[in-house]
């Protein structure tokens, strides 16, 4: 079993800590659910991330009370990108799928999230309505990027309209959508080695012709998945698992 992660928001100065013979103390929501809910002891190991790459090996010293854990921590590493960056717009899902899709995504390995506001999305997000869904994908994103043992969490953007995703897609060194009708495979497509890779995932009904024309301006060619027709929920995590193992990031 791998070590667990947790999140803190800044190591603070290194040169501190290490002076200190390497203490470092875990407290807040991270420290009480290290020490309260997953009852570490002594001489356990752990990893410490900001979610952005910066990660430390450390072990477990002591606990104080219920929500401080004391740490032995000898130096902080730094994961770089990996290459291509797979960016994953998904059009937003009925009900509680949304959060399935990023975290089954993050688990994948997937670099950014981008919801879109599909003209065929049942799902809208306005006001505060939205605010409160955007704040739930990105603790998800956290949250499974903790379980997955992911030291670079990915980011979770603020949601796009079709123009703005058209615009995106036409920075992109792959600009994928995935569509059932004329397509071709994903499987063969020409992938690039590093750079950009950006995937729309539709909504239930479909990407609307609208919506291809725009993207098909911005560069960007319609790809199929298999035989299946997936949920959207599911089709983002499926395509990026295909698409990391053919650029070898799963190697």
């Not at 430390?56 to 902080?76: F, P, Q, W, Y």
Request: with cysteine; aromatic share 4%.
């Amino acid at each position: 079993m791998t070590a667990p992660v947790f999140v803190v928001e800044t190591f603070g100065t290194f040169e501190n800590t290490a002076a200190d013979g390497g203490r470092f103390v875990l407290d807040g929501p991270e420290g009480r659910h290290a020490v309260s809910v997953k009852r570490l002891h002594a001489g356990e190991d752990v990893v410490l991330t900001d979610g952005a790459g910066r990660w430390a090996d450390c072990v477990v010293l002591d606990t104080e009370g219920k929500d401080r854990l004391i740490l032995r921590m000898d130096s902080v590493q730094e994961e770089a990108p990996q290459e291509p960056r797979i960016t994953v717009v998904q059009a937003l899902p009925k009900g509680d799928r949304g959060e399935l899709a990023v975290e089954t995504m993050t688990e994948t390995g997937v670099d950014a999230i981008v919801p879109w506001s599909a003209s065929r999305c049942i799902t809208q997000w306005k006001g505060e309505r939205g605010l409160k869904a955007l704040g739930k994908w990105r603790a998800t994103a956290r949250e499974a990027g903790k379980q997955s043992r992911r030291v670079r969490f990915p980011e979770v953007a603020d949601a796009l309209s079709t123009k703005q995703v058209a615009a995106l897609l036409g920075t992109a060194d792959l600009a994928a959508v995935l569509h059932e009708e004329g397509s071709e495979p994903l499987a063969t497509a020409d992938l690039p080695a590093a750079g950009h890779i950006v995937l729309v995932v539709g909504p239930e009904g479909g990407v609307s012709p609208d919506e291809l024309a725009a993207f098909a301006d911005a560069g960007a060619k319609p790809y199929r998945l298999g035989r299946s027709v997936l949920r959207t929920s599911t089709a983002g995590t499926a395509a990026a698992a295909l698409l990391l193992g053919r650029t070898g990031r799963w190697s």
